[in-house]
């Protein structure tokens, strides 16, 4: 069984690339635009990891991960994507959701590998 990792990202292009990657090392990938559309995907779809941007307009990445831990069912792992690592890290750290930082510009086999770390065998 494929892994699902669902993409939350406002930068379309970057939604595709990382999708591109992650299509092409086996995963089904599912994308949204905001953390508000990416909340309403993690119910629905029910992926085994989430790739999230950090700051968006509408809904950030803040407000994702904050949805996704007020609802006590859900234990999704969260993976933050950031050109802005650093200074939000700590606080986002610190929420058991939150699995590590990929840095912008996107390399491709560090993003597998911290996949392949963030999901169970």
């Known amino acids: ?21 992650l299509t092409r090392a ?12 990416g909340y309403e ?19 950030d990445g ?6 996704l831990t007020d609802t006590p069912e859900n234990d999704t792992p969260v993976m933050f994507i950031s050109g802005y690592v ?4 700590e606080e986002l750290r610190k929420n058991p959701h939150c699995v590590g930082f990929i ?3 996107v390399n491709r086999a560090e993003l597998l590998e911290m996949v392949k770390q963030a999901l169970p065998a």
Request: one cysteine or more; a negative charge.
């Open 103 to 105: 840095p912008k510009p």
């Open 26 to 37: 086996n995963y089904e990938v599912a994308l949204a635009e905001n953390g508000c559309v």
């Open 1 to 21: 069984m494929k892994h699902k990792i669902l993409i939350v990202d406002d930068e379309q292009d970057l939604r595709d690339l990382i999708s591109y990657f």
């Open 62 to 67: 803040f407000e994702l991960l904050k949805r």
């Open 41 to 59: 995907k993690v119910q629905t779809w029910k992926p085994n990891l989430v790739i999230s941007d950090i700051r968006m307009p509408v809904c």
């Open 86 to 89: 650093g200074g939000d890290e």
